[in-house]
Every structure is written in structure tokens, then in C-alpha cells.
């Protein structure tokens, strides 16, 4: 759930400088209404990891906002009289009233969160107090609150720098104690667990906001966007407040995301992909006879652009089973019988048991893609669609199925450049409507929600990889080699040891990029070469601790 809040996003200082100003007018302006309508209050949570500008963010909204109507209230380990009472007594006492904003450094989700880090919490005493975070939220919203919850993530090196920058500055080095150090060697297992928390109190009423720390004019513009545009929208909203009503998404200032950080250049050599696809292909036939597998299913999920070679991607993977053995569900348009069930159900019957393959050819994201864009379903509908989803996906995990999902992107061009081909072949018509050809005038409104899609719904146990898919032959490769490698990881057997590609001979013309140039590329991280398992493209399936 983290990979949007690891692209680097950056703003410069004359864009801060730009904004800056605009922004804190429309925040005082949005409060001061705030506080003359009165009839609900604003509480805020600004959790994160250590040295993520938690607190610097907090100052910054106090200089850009009235502070005589704003609270702010810090936790730390329960007092002697706080443990006497029951265990949310301290968080309700610090409840702003109507026309207030409450800002909480540290919340109710700190104590979870340290005592499972701890082991101090098991796994099921730490879910049923999700259950009940989620209830307590759902009652404040209920009530009229707005309820705005930040994460704001590191990654483990740009922490360890972060720490190293305050305590190299004579004016901060206090905020950096020996405990922060020690904090750090937990990092892995802190992710765990924040993974998992933010998966389970993801709630359509009180959704998280996870924000990357690392520039803090970034995170400043972002966080105070954010808390405007949900302020406003929630001010403007006239009706009256008998359903829970969830903030604004979170704005994408610089134009970065998830899908145009891509690499839309990678491609593979024709003779390289074959041999790829003869290795790849046998190795996925062994997976599936693997005596380990029979106590496991695998569900695959393939959602895309339209021509974006799902298909023949599918054929590829298809090719390598035995056709006993899985079953391929293409999704259209629910009919009657499926819109009288609730909206899962349709995918609900078609899960395999232990030893088999389900494919989907579309899936149970058409909730939050083209039913949200199109407005098939109301905004309740597709914003409670997030947490029912990452319920769903953790159930089919816990059953122990293994859940694949592919997004394959191309660009706008070769989208285009296909419908003209699909249009004049005559056995390729039929893969062309007039629906495709509309979609493309919503291509803005699509991009947007397959982001916060991406954003919402990859979570530890089923992560989503993006296919850079402009070259058909490269996705199909990284398609099958993800499939291998994450039933590798689940099955616990050893990977498949793949012989470096012979490059192309000198001074050879060709349009397509060779392999091992596209294997080798550098984390944003490190900076080092990555292994060979890199050489299909930058995975978004990242190592993520099984939450």
C-alpha cells in the first residue's frame, strides 16, 4: 500500500513559494466557515514512521490555520489513571467539539501498533481491535464528525537519512534519542504491521491517506490540500449528514503516480522472447504439478487498458497449464440474476478449491474503474469497495489462495495505433466497440481512479504488479515471470536459476531494447544494479512482509 509514497515526489521552491500563499487564505477562509456553520467537527490524525515531519507538519498547520480553534493532542504510554479507565477514555476526553479541528499526534493506533511490533498483541487481539477502531470511527462519523487520517511514510534508507539530518543539526538533534535508533531496527517489522493496520481501518467513512515524507514541501502542500478540499467539499454538502461522507482523495500536486512513473519503453528481442517464453512457460507447468501446490489455489487477476494485451497475455499463461486444471472467467456486464446478489457475489462462486487455477479476465475492480467513472454505482458504493475488496483478497489469502494482480498499461499512442489495426483486420473487429473508442474522451477520469485503486487495494498478501505494456512480447514475459517467482515465495521452493540473455552482436540496427539492458536498472534506494530476477521490468509487486 505504500508504492505512491515511494516515487520521490518532489516540489520546487518556487511552486511552494506559488502556493503556499493561496493556500493558507482558502484554509482560514474554509475554517472560519468551519466554525460559523458549527455543526460538525474536525478530527485529524497524523501517524507515521520516525522522523517522517510528523511534528514539523503539525507546526505548519498551526502557522497557516487559526490556532485559537485548533487542538492538538500527543500520546504517549497510558498513565497510572488512564489505565484505571477503559482504554479509549483518554482519546474521548480530547474529542474536539463542533466547529473545531482536533489534530492527534499519536492516536488510538499507537498503543496497537507498539504492542504488536512487541509481540506484546497477537494477530487475532490485534484484529478484533481494529474492528472496534473501525466501529468507534464509524460513531464519530455518524455523529457528523470529519475524520481525516494521515500516514506519512518513509522508506527504511530515507529514514536512516532523515535521522542523520536532525540529530546533524544543532536545533533538532533532540528530537532524535536513542530510541528513535532502536526504532529503526524494527523498521521491517513496523511496515508489517502498518501494512496490515492500514489495510483493516481503511474504512470508505475514514480512509487512509498515506503521504510520502521525504520532501517536506511536498508533504505540506499535500497534507494542507488535502484537509481543504475535504473541508470544503464536506462545508458545500448540504444534505443532511445520515450516511457517512469520506474526504477528498489525496491531490497529486506534482503530477507524479503509480502509472507515469512507468517505464513505457521496455521491450525484448523476438529471439530472446522465445527462449524466455520456453523457460518461463516450463517452469510455471512444473509449479502447478508441484506436490506443495495441491494445498494451495492460485487466483489470477488481469485488469488493463483496453488493447492493452490482457488477452494474449492470458493465452501465454493458459498455454503452460493443464486446461483440467484451471478455469478462465472473462467479466462483462452483471446480469439480472448476479445484480439481485450482493455485488461480490458473482466472483464469490467462481473461487477454485486447493490445487487449482481460477483466471479473470476483468474482475471485481470494475467497481472502482468503470462503474465509479461512468457512475454505475453511487459514491458510497465505490469508496466502501476499497476495504470489502481487501477483506475479500485477505479471506482468499487466509484460505490459502495465492492472488496475482496484473495492471497492463500502454500509452495513449499505442493505444490508438491498435484500435486502427483492430479496425482494418478482419478477425480482429470484433475486439473493437464503439464503447472503446468513447473511453478514450475519459482516459483523465480512468487514470485517476486506476491510481487510487492501486493505491488502496495493494496490500501485503495480494499486491498489484504493473505491466509496462507498449511491447506486447515484454509483458507476456513479465506476466508469466511474476506468476513463477510469487508461487516460488508461497510454495517455499527454490527459484529458477535463468542464464543471463546472449546480447545482440555490435553495430546490429534494431528498434527493440535487449534484454539485459532492461533487467539491469537501479533502485531509487540503492543505486545498485539489481539481480537477474529484474531484467522483465520494474515490478509494483515490491517485498512487502506478509500482513
Known amino acids: 500500500m505504500f508504492e505512491s509514497a515511494e516515487l520521490g515526489h518532489k516540489i520546487d521552491k518556487e511552486t511552494f513559494k506559488a502556493e ?14 468551519l466554525r460559523e456553520n458549527g455543526s460538525f467537527p474536525v478530527i485529524i490524525l497524523i501517524s507515521g514512521v520516525d522522523g517522517s515531519g510528523k511534528g514539523e507538519t503539525i507546526n505548519v498547520l498551526y502557522e497557516w490555520m487559526d490556532p485559537r480553534f485548533m487542538s492538538t493532542h ?20 480530547a474529542l474536539p467539539p463542533k466547529g473545531r479541528i482536533g489534530i492527534f499526534a499519536g492516536s488510538w493506533y499507537s498503543q496497537p501498533i507498539a504492542e504488536r ?38 522508506s527504511k534508507d530515507a529514514q536512516r537519512e532523515r535521522l542523520k539530518a536532525i540529530e546533524a543539526n544543532p536545533l533538532t538533534r533532540w528530537r532524535v534519542t536513542k530510541a528513535s535508533w532502536d526504532r529503526l531496527k524494527t523498521y521491517d517489522k513496523l511496515q508489517e ?32 490540500k488535502t484537509i481543504l478540499d475535504s473541508l470544503q467539499k464536506r462545508l458545500a454538502d448540504k444534505r443532511e449528514q445520515n450516511s457517512p461522507v469520506a474526504p477528498a482523495a489525496s491531490p497529486r500536486i506534482d503530477r507524479l503516480d503509480v502509472l507515469s512513473s512507468l ?49 494474449g497475455a492470458i493465452r501465454r499463461v493458459t498455454s503452460a497449464m493443464d486446461a483440467r486444471q484451471y478455469q478462465l472467467i472473462p467479466i462483462a ?40 467513472v461512468e457512475g454505475f454505482c453511487s459514491d458510497a458504493d465505490w469508496l466502501r469497495a476499497y476495504s470489502e475488496i481487501n477483506d475479500f483478497e485477505h479471506d482468499l489469502w487466509r484460505a490459502g489462495g495465492i492472488v496475482i494482480k496484473f495492471w497492463l498499461q500502454i500509452s495513449d499512442e499505442e493505444q490508438l495505433r491498435r484500435f486502427d489495426e483492430r479496425a482494418k483486420i478482419e478477425h480482429k473487429r470484433f475486439k473493437i466497440t464503439e464503447e472503446d473508442w ?79 539492458e532492461v533487467k539491469v536498472e537501479e533502485t531509487k534506494e540503492t543505486k545498485e544494479p539489481r539481480n537477474d530476477k529484474a531484467k522483465a521490468g520494474k515490478t509494483k509487486e515490491k517485498a512487502r512482509p506478509t500482513a
Open 193 to 224: 504491521v502498518a501494512g496490515h493496520l492500514l489495510r483493516t481501518s481503511n474504512t470508505p467513512w475514514a480512509p487512509w491517506i498515506i503521504v510520502e515524507g521525504t520532501d517536506d514541501r511536498y508533504r505540506h502542500l499535500t497534507i494542507g
Open 263 to 311: 517505464d513505457m519503453t521496455q521491450s525484448l528481442l523476438k529471439k530472446t522472447y522465445e527462449a524466455e517464453l520456453a523457460t518461463w512457460q516450463g517452469r510455471l507447468a512444473e509449479l502447478m504439478r508441484h506436490p506443495e501446490f495441491r494445498k494451495r489455489a492460485l487466483i489470477l487477476a488481469f485488469e488493463g487498458s483496453d488493447a492493452a494485451g490482457k488477452g
Open 117 to 154: 511490533i512487541t509481540n506484546d498483541l497477537s494477530r487475532s487481539d490485534f484484529d478484533q481491535r481494529m474492528d472496534q477502531l473501525n466501529r468507534f470511527e464509524a460513531m464519530l462519523v455518524n455523529e457528523g464528525a470529519l475524520v481525516l487520517k494521515f500516514w506519512i511514510h518513509l
Open 438 to 516: 468513447r473511453n478514450r474522451e475519459k482516459a483523465g477520469a480512468y487514470h485517476e481512479a486506476v491510481c487510487d485503486m492501486i493505491d488502496r487495494t495493494s496490500s501485503g498478501t495480494a499486491p498489484w504488479t504493473l505491466v509496462e505494456a507498449n511491447d506486447k512480447l515484454f509483458a507476456r514475459i513479465k506476466v508469466l515471470r511474476t506468476i513463477c517467482e510469487r508461487v516460488e515465495r508461497e510454495l517455499k521452493i527454490d527459484p529458477l536459476k535463468v542464464p543471463v540473455p546472449i546480447a545482440p552482436k555490435a553495430g546490429k540496427s534494431t528498434t527493440e531494447t535487449p534484454v539485459d
Open 20 to 33: 503556499e500563499p493561496k493556500l493558507r487564505a482558502a484554509l482560514l477562509e474554509a475554517q472560519e466557515q
Open 333 to 372: 456486464a452483471p446480469t439480472e440474476e448476479e445484480r439481485a446478489q450482493p455485488y461480490l457475489w458473482r466472483f464469490w462462486r467462481h473461487m477454485p478449491r486447493l490445487g487449482r487455477v481460477v483466471i479473470f479476465d476483468r474482475t471485481w475492480y470494475g467497481r472502482v474503474l468503470v462503474e465509479r
Open 74 to 93: 500527543a500520546f504517549y504510554a497510558p498513565t497510572a489513571e488512564e489505565r484505571a479507565r477503559p482504554s479509549m477514555w483518554r482519546y474521548w476526553r
